[in-house]
C-alpha cells in the first residue's frame, strides 16, 4: 500500500468512526447489594457518621457494563444478550453525551447472543445497519466501544479472518454455555468494554456486535453477524417482542463419524435424543413436536424437502420458517420413513 493509499484508507476509517460514534453507547449494570458493615462508602470522613451500617441496608453496586448501538431514534438499543442477561440487575445506558437514562430490556434472543434494550427518549442519532451477508474475507473493520462509563469511545481497527465460525460462549458465571454458528471472525481486540458495541465496515454501516466471549484467546475477535439481529428489531418495532419459531425436541446432528461409531442407518438427519443434563426431555410435552407424533431416536431427515446435515442444521432451517406455519418433516423411524405434519407456536 503506497502512503497515499495508506492516507486514503486512514481518512476512512476516520469519516466511519465519526459517523457512527454518535450511536454507540455505555451499558452500566447495577445490583443492589448489603452494604458492608464498618465500611462506608464514602470519599472523606463524615462526623456524623457513627458505628456500623445497619442491617439489612442495601446500596447500588456498579457490577459490570458492556457497549450498545442506538438502533431507532425513539430509544431502541442493541447489545449482547451475555452483556444483559441478568433479570435481577438494573441498568443503565450512557450517551456520548453523558446522559443517563434507566433502560429496559424488551428481549433476550433465545438463540442469538444478542437483546435489545429501551430508553425513554427521543430523537437519537440511530446507527446505519449494514448487510452481513456481503462480506468479503481480508475486508477492513473496525470496533468501536465505550470504554466503561468514561464516555470516551474506543476504537480498533482490523480485518475479517474468517466467516461462519462455530463457538461455545459461556453466558454469566453460573457455567451456562451457549452455542453460537456462523459468528464472524476478526483479528480486533474484544474486551468487556466493546462487547456489545458495533463492529463497522468503511462506510459506517454496522456489520456486527462485538462479544467478548472467549476467555484468554488472544486476538481473536467475535462479533454477531448483524442480520441476525435484523429480524428481531423489525418483530420489537411492529410487536413489542421476539417471535421466535419452537418445535419443543433436542436432537444431535448426525454426520460420517457418528454413524460408525454408534452404527446408525444415516450419516445424516437430525437425531431426536436427550442431553446428558439431569431431568432432560427429548421431546417436550404437548409441544409441537409433541403433537405431530415424533418419538424420541426418531432421526429427521428433511424439514419441508430440505436435507439436514451438520452443514444445514435443523435449528437454523426451522428459524426461516414462521410461527403458524405448518411444516413437514421427513422422519426415519427404524426401518421406515415417516411424512409428520407439525404446525409451529411462539417460544416463549
Known sequence: MSHLESHDHDKLTIEAVKKVAPSVVSIVISKYLPKIKGIYPTPFFNPFFFGDVEEGQKQKVSVGGGSGIIVHPDGLI????????????????????????????????PINDVAVLKINTKGLPAARLGNSNKLELGQTVIAIGNALGMFSNTVSKGIISGLSRSISAALGTDGAMEHLRGVLQTDVAINQGNSGGPLINLNGEIIGINTAIIAGAQNIGFSIPINWAKQDLEDIIKHGRIIKPFIGLQYVMLNKE???????????????????????????????????????????????????????DFSDTLQKCK???????TVMRGDKNLKLLATLEERK
Open 78 to 109: 442493541l447489545t449482547n444478550k451475555h452483556v444483559v442477561f441478568d433479570p435481577e440487575a438494573e441498568y443503565t445506558v450512557i450517551t456520548i453525551d453523558g446522559q443517563e437514562y434507566p433502560a429496559k430490556v424488551l428481549s433476550r434472543d
Open 323 to 329: 410461527v403458524g406455519e405448518n411444516i413437514e418433516l
Open 258 to 312: 457418528l454413524q460408525k461409531k454408534y452404527s446408525l442407518p444415516t450419516d445424516f438427519g437430525a437425531m431426536v435424543v436427550r442431553d446428558h443434563t439431569p431431568g432432560s426431555v427429548a421431546i417436550v410435552k404437548d409441544s409441537p413436536a409433541e403433537k405431530a407424533g415424533i418419538k424420541e431416536n426418531d432421526i429427521v431427515l428433511e424439514l419441508n424437502g430440505e436435507k439436514l446435515t451438520d452443514k444445514v
